[in-house]
Each structure stands twice: as structure tokens, then as C-alpha cells.
């Protein structure tokens, strides 16, 4: 248990973080495995509701693969994944608008506003946020973001809203397709140049030693990433989410990190103390 001179320093550590922060934009991408039970899911909004009432500007990305693959298997559809993403077909995407831009986006949007934050749930096919082209013919409706426009986005932030987003796209033929949440929250960040994007994983962040949780990797400058893919170091699943700290940063995103979602407060952690929580990626010098 925190004793109240604990807490005191802790708020005096978090204060230039804070006023650093205020009136920038923020993204957070949320899904996956990261998306724990519904009492960890209260506490993950109720820090980005506080991360609101202190004056930064959240917006929240949001998957839900699990959700996706539990739903396709109560209606008999198997899923089938190619080099990790999910092949989806028209009635694959179909199911993937239900339960993203309904099911997942809602029940989140419904927890933010018990914390008492005014959200908004919105998907990439609402104004036309996320256009996509497919990615690759093998994937079927697996999206390539080839625009993305803020304008939605940038009215509810000046409203005062907290953005619930769902990684839905859009093609101008009335396709919808089904986009990577990592990939979809790194190119909104770049498009709004926020200050900083989260990508609330289940790892660590990047380790040395994959085997070694204790390995963890603390800052890394994107000059450094081609050496790490070489020596092994950023190998399998980590190279496709790096390669999105990669692209972020390109767009003017000027921090990164790749936390664990797993760990209650892990945000905030990551923000707004001297040590941080996971791996941080920066333009350098």
C-alpha cells in the first residue's frame, strides 16, 4: 500500500510530464490480448478519463480480434489467418463492422462515460477516415490505409470529446475492409502529429533476450532499428509493430512506446514517471 508521502511524490514526479502533455494529442491503441477481463478494461478507461480530465486530448484505437474469431465461431465460420492476419472474405468483413464498430466500440464507449469522460464512438468509415485499398489479394478485405482524414477526429477533440475509434475502412467502390490495429492507430497518429502513441501490447515492450523479461530495452532511436532487425533482436511479431513506431515517428509523431496493457496503470506509468514502463522509440538527436 502507497502511503499518502508516496502518493505526494509520485503527483510531484508526474507534474512536468502532465503540463507537457496538456493540449497535445494522444493515441492509445487497445486490443487484442491486452483487452483483459471487463474489470481491467474499467481501469484502463477510467486512467484515459483522468488522462481527459487533465487536459490531454486521448484518442483511443481499439481491435478486438478475440471478439472477432468467438463471434465467427457461434455463427459456424472458421477463421483463417496468412502470416498473421486474418483472411477476410465479404462476409468475414461483415461480421468484422458488427462486432468492432458495435459490440467492442460501444461497450468501451459505455465504460468511459460511467468514469464520467464525454467519448464518442466512431469507426474509419465515419467521415471518411480511413480509405483503403486491399493489401494484398490472398488477405481478400484486409486493408491498406491509403488516406487518412482527421477532420472527424479533429472536431470531436475540439468539442471536448474522447474518440473511441474501431479499425474499420472504406474503399470508394462500398468495400469495407478489416485494418490492423497497430497500423491504423500509428497512421492516425501521424496524421494528427500527436505528441505521442501507445501501443498497449502483451509484451513488455522489446527485449534483448526475447526468453528474458528482465532483457527490457528502454529507448530506441529509429536509426538504431535496422541493426536490431539484423542482429535478431527485433524479430517475429515485433518487427511489423516497430515497423509502425517507425512509420509514426516518420509522419511527426515524436515519442512512441510499446507497453504492457496487461499491467494495471501502465499508461500512466509510462507517461508520467521518470522510469516509464516499456520500450520508447524516438527520431534522436
Known amino acids: ?106 461497450s468501451l464507449v459505455h465504460m468511459l462515460g460511467a468514469m464520467g469522460a464525454k467519448s464518442i464512438g466512431l469507426c474509419g468509415i465515419d467521415g471518411n477516415m480511413l480509405r483503403c485499398k486491399k493489401q494484398n489479394e490472398q488477405l481478400g478485405y484486409v486493408g491498406e490505409i491509403i488516406n487518412v482524414n482527421t477532420e472527424i477526429i479533429d472536431d470531436c477533440l475540439n468539442a471536448g470529446y474522447l474518440p473511441v475509434i474501431s479499425t474499420v475502412g472504406y474503399d470508394e467502390e462500398g468495400n469495407i475492409y478489416n485494418v490492423n490495429a497497430d497500423t491504423a492507430a500509428a497512421e492516425i497518429a501521424g496524421a494528427l502529429k500527436a505528441e505521442s502513441l501507445i501501443l498497449m501490447t502483451d509484451t513488455k515492450g522489446l527485449l534483448q533476450d526475447k526468453d528474458d ?56 506509468l509510462e507517461l508520467f514517471s521518470d522510469e516509464g514502463m516499456g520500450t520508447m522509440f524516438l527520431k534522436g538527436d
Open 213 to 268: 523479461e528482465n532483457s527490457l530495452i528502454r529507448k530506441v532511436f529509429v536509426s538504431d532499428i535496422p541493426s536490431l532487425i539484423k542482429e535478431g533482436i527485433i524479430s517475429g511479431g515485433m518487427i511489423p509493430k516497430v515497423n509502425c513506431c517507425l512509420e509514426a515517428i516518420r509522419n511527426g509523431v515524436n515519442r512512441v512506446f510499446i507497453t504492457d496493457g496487461r499491467v494495471n496503470h501502465s499508461v500512466l
Open 1 to 106: 500500500m502507497i502511503d499518502k508521502q508516496q502518493q505526494a511524490d509520485l503527483l510531484l514526479e508526474a507534474m512536468p510530464y502532465i503540463e507537457k502533455y496538456q493540449n497535445k494529442v494522444l493515441v492509445i491503441k487497445y486490443g487484442g490480448n491486452a483487452m483483459l477481463g471487463d474489470d481491467f478494461k474499467m481501469s484502463v478507461m477510467r486512467d484515459l478519463t483522468w488522462l481527459r480530465f487533465v487536459g490531454i486530448k486521448v484518442v483511443l484505437v481499439h481491435g478486438g480480434g478475440p471478439e472477432i474469431s468467438q463471434t465467427l465461431k457461434r455463427m459456424g465460420i472458421e477463421s483463417k489467418f496468412i502470416g498473421g492476419l486474418r483472411y477476410t472474405d465479404e462476409e468475414t468483413a461483415e461480421v468484422v463492422r458488427m462486432v468492432l464498430a458495435g459490440k467492442v466500440n460501444k
